[in-house]
T-cell receptor
Framework: GAGVSQSPSNKVTEKGKDVELRCDPI?????LYWYRQSLGQGLEFLIYFQGNSAPDKSGLPSDRFSAERTGGSVSTLTIQRTQQEDSAVYLC?????????????FGSGTQLSVL | GESVGLHLPTLSVQEGDNSIINCAYS??????FIWYKQESGKGPQFIID?????DKRQGQRVTVLLNKTVKHLSLQIAATQPGDSAVYFC??????????FGAGTRLFVKA
């Protein structure tokens, strides 16, 4: 597609439920990132994928969070047993390659609300 | 720890005036700085970047200034327009893939 696509755009769930957020990066981009943005805050790095290399999961806040990237393209971020503090906008970004400091192309995000 | 912060959380300017958004960073090893613009309901969009071996870089209506001595970064927008209203993030790259974002400055443009 023309840009990074994320779905759903909005997700409302109950505390304790699992959720899956999807990201479809720009075609040809080998690097994919997940960030979390809480209300009025900056972007918190979560996880990074580059090609077939093992992902860097250093930003995941707890073991309830996981992500995978299938076939080097689409990525899914899964949050298990959601908590209210998980409410945020989850942003996905992609870039051409893992060069030193590449500019990122972001999707519009998934607004997650945990009731 | 590493941090990228902003001097002002909000900035209000008159249409046609120039805007200056400031940013402080703490990691002297950072070698790449980026400004992103985020409009309501959208993801951040790249505006301009600068490497640490430069002091100034200009784009279309935007200029980024880097002062490494005091670890300060600024974004100047010339002839600010209503479409410039957004949240602006400075971000910092430290030679790897991880980009560290600041909290953002919200720019209001008054007609």
């Amino acid at each position: 597609g023309a840009g990074v696509s994320q779905s759903p755009s909005n997700k409302v769930t109950e505390k304790g439920k699992d959720v899956e957020l999807r990201c479809d990066p720009i075609s040809g981009h080998t690097a994919l990132y997940w960030y979390r943005q809480s209300l009025g805050q900056g972007l918190e790095f979560l996880i990074y994928f580059q090609g077939n290399s093992a992902p860097d999961k250093s930003g995941l806040p707890s073991d309830r969070f996981s992500a995978e990237r299938t076939g080097g393209s689409v990525s899914t971020l899964t949050i298990q047993r959601t908590q209210q503090e998980d409410s945020a906008v989850y942003l996905c970004a992609s870039s051409l390659a893992r060069a030193v400091n590449e500019k990122l192309f972001f999707g519009s995000g998934t607004q997650l609300s945990v009731l | 720890g590493e941090s990228v912060g902003l001097h002002l959380p909000t900035l209000s300017v008159q249409e046609g005036d120039n805007s200056i958004i400031n940013c402080a960073y703490s990691n002297s090893a950072s070698d790449y700085f980026i400004w992103y613009k985020q409009e309501s309901g959208k993801g951040p969009q790249f505006i301009i970047d600068i490497r640490s071996n430069m002091d100034k870089r200009q784009g279309q209506r935007v200029t980024v200034l880097l002062n490494k001595t005091v670890k300060h970064l600024s974004l100047q927008i010339a002839a600010t327009q209503p479409g410039d209203s957004a949240v602006y993030f400075c971000a910092e790259g430290t030679g790897g893939f991880k980009t560290i974002f600041g909290a953002g400055t919200r720019l209001f443009v008054k007609a």
